[in-house]
């Protein structure tokens, strides 16, 4: 699916790399994935490096089982293993190239082979999730709405469509259930303005306004 939104522009080239403190998370996840993260290698010990990968590398931003507790780094515990896979692909190949995933992310994943992002993957998919909390009574009970019914005045479609009357998503669909509000307004932000260059996802939050964004994402981060 990434392959059909790249661009390969030249300005995500050039930004690749300045972020220097960065340089040392992706030292010490070299180090620990030592030739296991390496394509050219056996690719068995994957999945015994994967989960040390996760917790003492990923671990520092997205929790030691991806259930984070800072909203700006999203929660990975129990998204589906098919997703997680692509995003990390998206990032090694940088094609998901907002601010924050070219900073915290492009680095993190540009050494990753194949199989330790399958191993990667199936870890956090195994967690589980705990639910977030938060938000008004008035402002989830709109968000609800929106997710189940869309905004058909701005045709805006319903989110369970995709991501699942549960939101607990399905391969490609992500598990939208209790993710930051914070971050899933920034990628509703990100995916409007292209940043986040997603055909399917920009087509349905062109026309959604920012005060539904925000109850859509308050309604999300409460759901188990
Ligand atoms: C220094 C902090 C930091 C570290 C360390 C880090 N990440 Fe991230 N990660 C982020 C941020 C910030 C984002 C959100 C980027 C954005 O807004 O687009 C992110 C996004 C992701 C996503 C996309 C999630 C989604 O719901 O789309 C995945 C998957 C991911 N990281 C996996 C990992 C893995 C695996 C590692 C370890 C190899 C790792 N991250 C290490 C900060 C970090
Ligand atoms: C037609 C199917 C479809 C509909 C309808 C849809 N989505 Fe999505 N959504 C996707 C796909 C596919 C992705 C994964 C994009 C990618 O591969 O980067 C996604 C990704 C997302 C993400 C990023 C998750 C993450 O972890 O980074 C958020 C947030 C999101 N959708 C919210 C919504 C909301 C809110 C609605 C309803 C207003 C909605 N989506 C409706 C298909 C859909």
Redesign the pocket.
């Known amino acids: ?2 392959d059909t939104h790249r661009d390969g522009s030249p300005r995500r080239r050039q930004r690749r790399g300045r972020h220097a403190p960065l340089l040392l998370g992706a030292a010490t996840l070299l180090c620990l994935a030592g030739g296991a993260a390496r394509s050219d290698e056996p690719t068995a010990v994957a999945p015994v490096y994967a989960p040390k990968i996760a917790i003492t590398v990923c671990g520092t931003c997205h929790g030691p089982d991806g259930n984070s507790t800072n909203p700006k780094f ?1 929660r990975l515990a129990g ?1 589906d293993p098919t ?1 997680l896979a ?2 990390l692909k ?1 990032f090694r190949s940088q094609v ?1 190239g907002d601010p924050d995933a070219i900073s915290y992310m492009w680095g993190m994943a540009a050494e990753l082979s194949d199989e330790t992002i399958d191993a990667l993957a199936a870890y956090y998919a195994g967690q589980r999730a705990q639910p977030g909390a938060g938000g008004t009574s008035a402002r989830i009970s709109r968000g609800r709405d ?2 189940e019914h ?2 058909a005045a701005q045709g ?4 369970s ?3 699942g009357s549960d939101a607990h998503g399905l391969q ?5 259930a209790g ?1 930051h509000a914070q ?2 307004l920034k ?2 932000a990100s ?1 409007q303005s292209n940043m ?1 260059n ?1 055909a ?2 920009h ?3 062109q026309n ?1 306004n920012l005060d ?2 925000d109850a ?2 308050a309604f ?1 981060e409460v759901q188990p």
């Open positions: 699916m990434h999203p998204q997703y692509a995003q998206a998901r929106i997710y869309g905004v805006v479609p319903a989110c469509a995709c991501h490609n669909f992500p598990r939208l993710q971050y899933v990628q509703l995916f986040r997603v399917i996802m087509g349905v939050a959604l539904d964004m859509v994402a999300l």
